[in-house]
């Protein structure tokens, strides 16, 4: 048995230099690699496998091991690199379609360890239980969650719809954990709602950057277009990101053709990427309040940085969350992937929002919440008629749009009357 265990090393050692030398023979050979030393460490990667195989309490199969190696290498490098296994690979396809099972939560790693919702989406399990931005998953099914990659926590929490998951939650302020038991179901997000806040203006609500987000929102624009559009809210609290290239045709409905959305930059040539608005017929001609709040990340800070950055609207809330890395997926030969963190994007103006976010031009915060108390149950989230009333921020917005429609009528007015002296 030990001769035939050494040999499977000894291929597997010979298949790893061979996609070793085929790395460096591309670009990263030049930029520096020690090839010598990568090799050295590569035979210390083969005497533990070679160790674990013959000692190990349990036999192990090399792609089990060889698998999580490669994980482990691959979580150490950042929260949002991953590798994907067959089956991971082919359920993060669904992710970016607009419906897929499960609870509806946004994750991320933070501080390297804690397993923290980005922003529960609107209508979902999570959402209708009370969970909130900032809660810490500390259990999934009674496992900790604390060594757990982002892909693997989704795998677990993930299931039939129908069928049950209890989670642990940590919120800030409490003394201990609360188990939520959530049932799954299809989520389905309707990525954009849209109503009149008042009479001439408008409330663009983006959940999420989808595939068809930035057709859904020219829909509205024409719809409150027809009912006199003087002022839009765009409201992007609680909105995790979503796809690159949504966030920039967004964007561009509200830019000057050929102004800058975003750029990004990596190591590699292919990564360094400038992208601008060319929309067929941008809407300039009314005053502009993003809504953001620490749940708004990636794909939504995009989109109020670059209206930040060229002073086509007020960004008005809290810090958004400060995720400012892309992620390329990678198919592997055998049907896996690698999510990989391949470049950072910068605003317009070249600010980084990775690990800081957005500034808001106008900071208000939101009221500030009594203790909960220690029940056994999340407390649930009220009713959008109830939110309507007690949405302080919104509220600023309508009373900043207004002003300037008032300042706009004066100033049409100066004009009328200079002119007919």
Do not use: C
């Not at 990667?45 to 190990?56: C, D, G, K, W």
């Not at 690159?244 to 830019?255: G, M």
């Not at 106008?362 to 203790?371: C, D, G, S």
């Amino acid at each position: 048995m030990l001769p035939f265990l050494k040999t499977k090393t000894a291929l597997i050692f010979a298949s790893l230099l061979v996609l070793l030398a085929l790395s460096l023979g591309g670009g990263l050979a030049s930029k520096g690699v020690d090839t010598a030393s990568t090799y050295e460490n590569l035979k210390l990667f083969t005497e533990v496998l070679s160790i674990v195989q013959n000692q190990y309490v349990e036999e192990m199969e090399p792609p089990k091991l060889l698998q999580g190696a490669v994980r482990g290498m691959v979580n150490s490098l950042d929260p949002h690199s991953s590798f994907l296994d067959k089956e991971s690979y082919r359920e993060f396809q669904v992710d970016t379609s607009g419906s897929f099972g499960g609870l509806g939560i946004e994750i991320t790693i933070a501080d390297k360890k804690f397993l923290t919702v980005i922003a529960p989406i609107e209508g979902t399990p999570a959402h209708r239980a009370g969970i909130v931005t900032g809660d810490r998953i500390v259990k999934i099914e009674g496992i900790a969650t604390e060594g757990l990659d982002i892909l693997q926590a989704v795998k677990m929490m993930r299931g039939k719809p129908g069928t049950k998951v209890t989670i642990s939650i940590w919120r800030e302020g409490w003394t201990e954990a609360k188990d939520v038991t959530l049932v799954r179901e299809v989520v389905r997000v309707q990525s954009v709602r849209s109503r009149e806040a008042e009479k001439g203006i408008g409330v663009i609500r983006i959940r999420q950057f989808q595939e068809r987000t930035a057709e859904d929102v020219e829909s509205v624009l024409e719809k409150l277009e027809k009912n006199g559009l003087q002022g839009l809210i765009l409201d992007l609290r609680g909105n995790p990101g979503g796809l690159l290239t949504s966030a920039v045709e967004v964007a561009e409905k509200f830019l000057e053709d050929g102004k800058l959305v975003v750029y990004t930059e990596g190591r590699v040539k292919q990564q360094n990427m400038r992208l601008a608005a060319h929309a067929r017929r941008p809407r300039l001609g009314f005053p502009m309040v993003v809504l953001v709040d620490k749940g708004s990340a990636s794909a939504s800070e995009i989109v109020a940085g670059a209206i930040q950055d060229w002073g086509r609207g007020v960004v008005l809330g809290t810090t958004t969350h400060g995720k400012g890395s892309v992620q390329t997926i990678i198919p592997l030969s055998d049907g896996s992937g690698l999510r990989l963190t391949t470049a950072m994007y910068f605003t317009p103006k070249g600010r980084t929002i990775h690990n800081k976010g957005i500034t808001p031009d106008i900071v208000v915060e939101p009221p500030a919440k009594a203790p909960e108390p220690q029940s056994a149950e999340l407390p649930k989230p009220q009713s959008e008629a109830e939110e309507l009333k007690k949405d302080i921020q919104l509220q600023r917005a309508i009373e900043i749009l207004k002003a300037s429609q008032i300042l706009g009528k004066n100033r049409e007015k100066s004009r009328t009357e200079a002119q007919a002296r």
